[in-house]
């Protein structure tokens, strides 16, 4: 029996709460911090509601703990864009609140949870911030021996995911417009990952050979984003339309984000993954049976989808 405590941070959000599932599959103990409790918080856990920018918040839950899995943050790069004040201080000051806690309790290691994002020159304040992160970490382990390991995550999907992540939004509109309008040409590549595979991968990267290392998590197979769309559409039986809006993406990498030089990272890989057909696949069942809750009584027709 795992009888190592572990905070989570962020864990009533997408990423955090399936590592705080992950995690107790595993038999660690699992600490809950975040500002709004958590719907998947589970009798084991011991929560704790709070903010990132208040550091005796942070210390109550921090308590113990060997591990902490850094996910509080702002995470949507359209509203870096439209408040980098709140970004900066979010990510940039919350993110040093935990290390100043961390360091205080002799925490095993950080893990933090960062983006491809770091590679690029877009992203907007949400990248900066991350790429700020990386190197104040970096430096708290050279100065304070403080360890950590760097989680580069790429396009997540899956259940609770926020309205903003783009698999989502797609199904969404598939299901209520029939219709799924994407800015840019369809041509981006990405390599989408299932949540849960991300956070089975995070929990794997606790073992003492990625200590002090950054590792990439992202899915397994490239794929074009209008070839997604066609997958999404036949689900549908070719009952949604697709429509790509050609005015340019300013914030989101369209082939690759490299183009800057952060530390060198290495990718993180299982052999046994969700399939992305499948997964998607299952994520419009879970999303029609959430919008029929709260429909007053009147169902959204479940549709035969292909398999």
């Not at 590549?189 to 849960?196: A, G, N, P, Q």
């Amino acid at each position: 029996m795992n009888h190592k405590k572990v905070l989570v941070t962020g864990s009533s959000g997408f990423i955090g709460s399936h590592v705080a599932d992950a995690l107790k599959e595993q038999g660690y103990k699992v600490n809950l911090f975040d500002a709004l409790p958590s719907k998947y918080k589970t009798k084991s856990q011991k929560e704790y509601i709070g903010d990132i920018l208040n550091p005796d918040d942070i210390a109550k839950a921090m308590k113990d703990c060997q591990y902490v899995f850094h996910f509080a943050a702002q995470a949507d790069i359209g509203s870096s864009s439209d408040d980098p004040t709140k970004t900066i201080h979010n990510n940039i000051i919350g993110t040093q609140n935990i290390l100043e806690i961390a360091k205080k309790y002799n925490v095993n290691r950080i893990m933090f949870a960062s983006t491809i994002y770091v590679y690029s020159e877009l992203g907007s304040f949400y990248r900066v911030s991350k790429q700020a992160c990386e190197k104040i970490i970096e430096e708290y382990q050279k100065e304070f021996d403080l360890n950590y390991t760097i989680l580069r995550f790429g396009s997540l999907y899956g259940p609770r995911a926020n309205n903003f992540n783009a698999i989502r939004s797609f199904l969404i509109h598939a299901i209520k417009k029939q219709k799924i309008i994407r800015r840019g040409d369809g041509e981006e590549l990405r390599e989408y990952i299932h949540v849960k595979d991300a956070a089975r991968l995070s929990v794997i990267a606790l073992d003492e050979k990625h200590k002090n290392k950054h590792l990439i998590i992202t899915g397994n197979q490239q794929i074009k984003v209008k070839d997604l769309l066609t997958m999404i559409r036949e689900i549908f039986n070719n009952e949604i339309e697709i429509k790509f809006d050609q005015e340019d993406e300013l914030h989101h990498y369209e082939i690759t984000p490299y183009n800057y030089k952060p530390q060198v990272a290495q990718k993180i890989t299982s052999d046994t993954f969700y399939d992305l057909g499948q997964g998607i696949l299952d994520l419009i069942y879970d999303l029609e049976i959430e919008m029929n809750k709260g429909n007053s009584g009147s169902k959204i027709g479940l549709r035969k989808h292909k398999k």
